[in-house]
């Protein structure tokens, strides 16, 4: 469980993956929708680099099990609870105590899904699934009503005592919207995807895009909790913001490659696939190694 941080059960919430720098893996994430296949590679974190050229490696997204693969070892069981970033840093959360469908790969293929909030309580177990590092979701049930978008984010399992899973706000894209130098509005349309890289713990600035990604309103934190769509790279907030993302009406996934200036002075391109969906939102905390 994150640590307590207020009565109000505020907490740092961590959808954390470590990324070695010297070996990467990642998952494709075929046709992947709400309640659509998950990440379809079986590998193991940091079990190598793929790319083939030395200079692009895949970075994050991996999981034991998908894509109707049988996987090797026992699934595992995942006690979860609800968290919603609504303020701009996105390091702290509150509980969320909404309704939702929590879900995730089952080990040896398929879903395993478990109703959470109302007469289910605030912490719920999702059982037998892969092992890993892969993409948990969290799909509102009140089809926004509570403020929420539904949310993917990047876990590593199995995790240490109750998995936080994040959910963001609503109001707060759509704050952050109205403040970039050419405002404007959360498309329902599209995907919202949030980053947050780090290092040792701490924000990381000066990662960049390797190339434009599809349909999206790209905004760099300038400053923790302020964001800009005239920077280049991250600031000390760590942030990029993938906001408006296009995505097909039956959900798939993006490929983002970045780069890390303090790394090989750039020269790696570093590669994640994100689950995506129409209205839903992507988060995940990106932990890379030193270079």
Not at 222 to 251: E, Q, R, W, Y
Request: proline share 6%; net charge negative; aromatic share 6%.
């Amino acid at each position: 469980m994150p640590p307590m941080r207020t009565s109000r059960a505020r907490w740092i919430a961590s959808a954390a993956v470590a990324l070695a720098a010297v070996a990467f893996v990642a998952c494709s994430q075929a046709d992947h929708d709400p309640q659509g296949a998950g990440p379809s590679c079986k590998t193991e974190c940091g079990s190598g680099a793929v790319g083939g050229t030395g200079t692009s490696k895949d970075a994050g997204a991996a999981s034991d099990a998908g894509g109707g693969a049988a996987d090797a070892g026992p699934g595992v069981d995942v006690t979860a609870t609800v968290v919603i970033y609504s303020e701009p840093t996105f390091s702290v959360a509150d509980s969320y105590q909404g309704a939702a469908t929590l879900e995730g790969d089952k080990v040896g293929g398929g879903k395993v899904s478990v109703p959470y909030g109302a007469t289910n309580g605030t912490s719920v177990t999702l059982p037998g699934v892969a092992a890993g590092s892969g993409w948990l979701y969290v799909d509102d049930s009140s089809g926004g009503q509570t403020g929420i978008f539904s949310t993917y984010s990047l876990q590593s399992l199995p995790a240490n005592g109750t998995l936080a899973l994040p959910v963001i706000s609503r109001p707060l894209l759509l704050a952050i919207f109205t403040k970039l130098p050419i405002p404007g509005v959360v498309d329902v349309t599209a995907a919202q995807v949030v980053l947050r890289f780090q290092r040792k713990g701490v924000p990381l600035a000066g990662i960049s895009l390797s190339a434009p990604v599809k349909g999206a309103t790209v905004a760099f934190d300038s400053g923790p909790g302020v964001f800009t769509t005239d920077a280049k790279a991250t600031s000390t907030g760590g942030m990029i913001l993938l906001l408006n993302t296009a995505v097909a009406a039956a959900g798939g996934s993006i490929t983002v490659g970045f780069v890390d200036a303090a790394a090989d002075a750039g020269a790696t391109t570093y590669t994640l696939t994100i689950p995506t969906a129409a209205g839903a939102a992507s988060f995940a905390e990106i932990q890379l190694a030193a270079p």
